[in-house]
């Protein structure tokens, strides 16, 4: 059973900084490409970042260039969005998910397979 479970959300202040782990279990996800995903009340969920589980190059949307780092750490099978210079826009829930598309790097939600429950980010100004 795939599982994809999200921890490090928080509550933190403007211009701080927090890092998400997503941790994935079930399957072997080299081939796979990894994203995050943010969700703000009454508002779609959106693309944030992406990787290749085992590639190099990486993605971003625009809102968080340049502040955002996706990353990844196999042996802990295990993939990280640091998050610097936080602004209260980015409040939002953020969500871990993998597609087993073959080649290229998905950015849109229906491109994803599975996905995690969830972590609650909150950036108070």
């Known amino acids: 059973q795939v599982q994809l479970v999200e921890s490090g959300g928080g509550l933190v202040q403007a211009g701080g900084s927090l890092r998400l782990s997503c941790t994935a279990s079930?399957?072997?996800?080299?081939?796979?490409?990894m994203g995050w995903f943010r969700q703000a009340p009454g508002k779609e969920r959106e693309f944030v970042a992406a990787?290749?589980?085992?590639?190099?190059?990486?993605y971003y949307a625009d809102s968080v260039k340049g502040r955002f780092t996706i990353s990844r750490d196999s042996a802990k099978s295990t993939v990280y969005l640091q998050m610097n210079s936080l602004k209260p826009e980015d409040t939002a829930v953020y969500y871990c998910?993998?597609?087993?598309?073959?080649?290229?790097?998905?950015?849109?939600?229906?491109?994803?397979?599975?996905w995690g429950q969830g972590t609650q980010v909150t950036v108070s100004s």
């Open positions: 998910a993998a597609s087993g598309l073959r080649v290229g790097v998905p950015m849109t939600q229906h491109e994803y397979d599975y």
């Open positions: 079930g399957r072997t996800f080299s081939s796979y490409a």
């Open positions: 990787r290749r589980w085992s590639g190099l190059n990486t």
